[in-house]
């Protein structure tokens, strides 16, 4: 028997827009990002001109952070951009796109990180203890009020958790090269400096790894880790009252922390369509952080579902609102 598919949603206006950052967030993002790009000139001229591949390392590991802090402002920014009938959803996808070049870039910067310390295993050159002991010390207390900063008060947004995972990361890499520093002017022994710059690149090559699989991950339409399709399926049918099978399901991320979702829903003979999707909604939102979940009906050519005369629903059915 052939079947016809009515489209069932609510109009909300969260529906349209993500929960918007506070100014205060976004403050903090672009005086973070500022300070990490101004310190990581400075260090990049300390490692040139003390000898340092360590803090050359450190340097592109700060890079890493401020592309972080740069796209998480960026974000912000576009993601307040209303959509037009050119772009349905807006320029949120600028901050994945960036983010994949980016990253390509990164393994560039390891690249030449690993092909130096090589180098000057074969051939060690001096290294000023002195300047490069100052520099890394200057960045870890960089690091240190950027950290700081960055988890006074709201911390749970998205793009504020990312920055300060990264700020942590890049604190590691300063005390890298102070131990480098102090090893080296107590000891000389110059090979401890590209060996602790291959250790931070490890960490820009981690960052920079994340980085790629995840923007290569949104942009092939891959669901969130907490929504697969098997999960929903599992979870809906065990949640919602009403529901005889679930198909077509999609789900999707447009950028970092925002998923969408359709799905074809055959509803139980009698059952108010009103209220079964706004449950399957609410169930979606709650549970798997689907910001945007439009629900297909399939009639299935099942006339006794109405959605003018709502049928009794047990409260104590296993689902919530």
Known sequence: MGHNHNHIHNSHSDHDHAPEANGGNEKKILISFFIIFSFMLVEAAGGIIS?????????????????????????????????????????????????????LTLFGIVGWIVYEAVVRFQSPQPVLAGPMFIVAIIGMLVNIFVLWYLTRNDTDHVNVKGAVLHVMGDLLGSVAAIIAAIVIWYTGWTPIDPILSVLVSLLVLRSAWALFKQTIHILLEGAPANASTTDITTHLLKSVQGIQKISHIHVWMITSGRAMATLHVQPEAGVDIKILTEQIEHELKTKFDIEHPTVAIDWQGDSSCSLEKPVKIDPHAGHSH
């Not at 772009?87 to 960036?98: D, K, L, P």
């Open 51 to 103: 000898g340092s591949l360590a803090l050359l390392a450190d340097a592109g590991h700060m890079m890493t952070d401020a592309l972080a802090l740069g796209l998480a402002y960026a974000a912000f920014r576009f993601g307040r951009r209303t959509a037009d009938k050119s772009r349905t959803f807006g320029y949120m996808r600028f901050e994945v796109i960036a983010g994949l070049i980016n990253s």
